[in-house]
């Protein structure tokens, strides 16, 4: 059987050309190249157990256990959250925050990744800018288990970042002139509503944010002062029909310099806030 025999062999899933790209390491132009050749035993299992996973809405992501960010590759299982392309622009906020720290004379930025998952904004940040001080926290000890093996994979040592399992900011002493966070914000009664692919596979802890699916930024938003510099400001991600509901919970905190940015569909995405003088 060549391989695009074997593409065609289950043509009701629709991610089974990405599969086998994904089983081989393939670029498109590789496969291209290659699917006429003869597909070795080995693969042909592989690809119809990934075939029958993708066929209970397993996430492709899990079943290839990796999934990209910002030009990398992260390992990924059910104890995480597969990252999103609109998770970069939060990253690029982070990003362009610790440049201006720099530029106002903060040598090394402590920075705080609270709810890391799978760490890619952690360590995506880290490998931009390596001269960062940086710390990332979850309540999940099974999370923080990937986002070490993530370290070294990508660093070469799990040591890179100061790991912290927390409930939110319980466990955590330190102060920090950046905090990134990506809470969970999705309302407990959207649940079924979503996909199967992310309601059967991803973990609900990582997911859900209460009834009205702001209990954690509530917390964050009470709870991240104590922990921010004079002038430090905090970044999170958040649903596309909460930014008015969240910077509501930061004034009422005292924050100051308040905004909202919107991802490329417009819509609201990331809060940006900064600790109040009064803060």
């Known amino acids: 059987m060549t391989y695009r025999e074997l593409i065609n062999s289950c043509p009701d899933v629709s991610d089974r050309e990405a599969l086998l790209r994904g089983i081989m390491n393939w670029s498109l132009g590789e496969f291209l190249r290659y699917a006429e050749e003869e597909a070795a035993s080995e693969t042909v299992m592989r690809f119809r157990n990934g075939v029958e996973r993708l066929r209970s809405h397993e996430p492709l992501q899990y079943v290839l256990g990796e999934a990209p960010f910002y030009g990398r590759m992260f390992q990924v299982d059910r104890r995480v959250l597969i990252p999103r392309f609109d998770t970069e622009i939060l990253l690029q906020a982070a990003l362009q925050k610790i440049l201006e720290l720099k530029a106002k004379g903060v040598e090394r930025p402590r920075v705080l990744d609270l709810c890391t998952g799978s760490g890619c904004i952690a360590l995506t940040l880290l490998l931009e800018c390596p001269d960062i ?147």
């Open 133 to 279: 001080s940086l710390s990332a926290s979850d309540v999940s000890a099974d999370a923080l288990e990937v986002s070490r093996e993530n370290a070294k994979r990508l660093t070469g040592s799990e040591e890179s970042v100061r790991w912290i399992q927390s409930d939110l900011f319980e466990q955590l002493d330190g102060v920090y002139d950046l905090i990134v966070t990506n809470p969970p914000y999705i309302k407990n009664a959207d649940l079924p509503g979503l996909d199967p692919e992310v309601r059967d596979h991803e973990p609900h802890t990582a997911l859900l944010g209460g009834e009205d699916g702001l209990c954690f930024i509530k917390r964050i938003a009470r709870e991240a002062k104590a922990h921010l510099s004079p002038m430090g400001r905090i970044l999170m991600e958040i649903g596309d029909d909460e930014g008015e509901d969240v910077l509501r919970l930061f004034e009422e905190e005292a924050y100051e310099d308040l905004r909202i940015l919107r991802d490329l569909a417009g819509r609201d995405r990331v809060v940006t806030a900064r600790r109040g003088r009064n803060g």
